[in-house]
């Protein structure tokens, strides 16, 4: 703390971003305390040389469209080799719940479907879609057979399960 001001404070009013009343108690205080001046002084010229080095650095090192688009593509390139390496388990069982949800659509309706699925899932070790993993499919699964059975028969209920086969 400097004179009752912290850094924060200062810093503030250094970038322009001092609240009013900050500002008049901080300009009252310069007028009044040559060390302050001087250490205002010093921080703005300070911080004007460094915004007039970035701008300088800014211009000297912008890409071109071309520059940007290429690098671009090969982040993203990257990405999607290291996704095909290494598939994100939770997006496999999600998309498995979506496949199952398909399935069962035409038999009993959207809504219907992802409430069996949901049905399924808290009565299954998994407590929630959410909590469905590989370790817990089979549990889940089967809830969801014996589901399927009330609501759509034994052939309803063996196509979901024969569905959610890995």
């Known amino acids: ?70 690098g671009l593509r090969g982040v993203f390139e990257k990405l999607r080799v290291a996704e095909a390496a290494h598939p994100e388990p939770h997006h496999a069982i999600r998309q498995r719940l979506e496949e199952l949800a398909a399935v069962m659509t035409p038999m009993c309706g959207s809504q219907t479907a992802v409430k069996a699925l949901r049905a399924a899932a808290q009565d299954s070790p998994a407590r929630s879609l959410d909590g469905v993993t590989a370790d817990n499919w089979t549990q889940f699964l089967q809830r969801l057979k014996s589901i399927a059975a009330v609501m759509c028969g034994d052939t309803g209920a063996r196509l979901v399960w024969e569905s959610g086969q890995f």
Not at 21 to 31: F, G
């Open 1 to 70: 703390m400097i004179h009752g001001f912290t850094e924060k404070e200062w810093n503030d009013y250094l970038e322009g971003c001092a609240a009013e009343n900050l500002q008049d108690r901080l300009e009252a205080h310069l007028i009044g305390c040559l060390s302050c001046w001087e250490l205002h002084h010093q921080m703005a010229h300070t911080t004007e040389a460094l915004r007039a080095s970035g701008a300088l650095i800014r211009t000297q090192l912008s890409l071109q469209d071309s520059q940007l688009h290429a």
